[in-house]
């Protein structure tokens, strides 16, 4: 069965995740309070409705309470965001991310129960900075504010040896839980696994460990 979502609010950041999920091979059902936005997207989602999300029983006749995943991606109108999500979060839709516009919205929406709260501006901006700081991190995954899962190529300083001799759970507190090498991915190394240079580690923990042992091992 396709898995199936609902995307409300439909500027750049929504209508990028309609679009996505489509490729992807999901139904979407697209929804904005502007008709012109609706009618983009006509042609692109499974259905696209003009509706506001702020009157519940807007809400209700779509029966958006029977989806699973729920993504509130109304930015600017910070009020009708947080409405939206606490009607949803009171008729028990299980999963709801939210596009938050700064700090203060993203604390009301982690009070009022969205399951995930994204910044893409911000993550964005992270992720950057991340990158250009160190040339072996080559790509990261936020977890949650504390926990990442990053690619960090390995250099000569650890290449030829396996991950018994390198010790990094015990010493970092992270795990490698997968190496890319090439075309290949060897999933859950057992500890005699070679590193090679030029591997790829995707690395689990806590930021603050893979970054010391980014900065120690490589
Ligand atoms: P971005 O492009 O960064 O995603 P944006 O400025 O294009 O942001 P926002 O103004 O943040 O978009 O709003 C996203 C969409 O949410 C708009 O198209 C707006 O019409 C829609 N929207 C706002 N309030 C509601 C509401 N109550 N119900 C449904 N859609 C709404």
Do not use: C
Not at 11 to 25: A, D, N, P, T, Y
Not at 36 to 48: K, L, M, P
């Amino acid at each position: 069965m396709k898995k199936e979502f609902v995307v409300i609010g439909l500027g750049r950041f929504g209508g990028s995740i309609v679009r996505e999920l489509m490729s992807l091979g999901a139904n979407v059902m697209a929804i904005d309070s502007m008709r012109e936005r609706v009618d983009e997207y006509a042609s692109i989602a499974t259905q696209a409705v003009v509706a506001d999300t702020t009157d519940e029983s807007v809400i209700k006749s779509l029966g958006l309470w029977n989806f699973e995943h729920i993504i509130v991606a109304i930015g600017e109108n910070i009020q009708a965001s947080i409405l939206t999500t606490l009607i949803l979060k009171e008729h028990g839709v299980p999963q709801i991310t939210v596009k938050a516009q700064n700090d203060y919205h993203e604390k009301v929406l982690r009070k009022i129960g969205a399951d995930f709260v994204v910044h893409p501006e911000r993550d964005m901006g992270i992720r950057i900075a991340n990158n250009m700081m160190s040339t072996n991190v080559l790509d990261y995954l936020e977890l949650s504010d504390e926990y990442s899962i990053m690619e960090i190529k390995a250099s000569d300083k650890i290449a030829g040896y396996n991950l018994i001799d390198l010790n990094i759970r015990a010493q970092y507190g992270i795990n490698i839980v997968g190496i890319k090498r090439g075309a290949t991915i060897i999933v859950s190394p057992v500890p005699q696994d070679p590193i090679l240079l030029g591997d790829v580690l995707l690395v689990i923990g806590a930021d603050v460990d893979i970054n010391r042992f980014v900065k120690k091992a490589l």
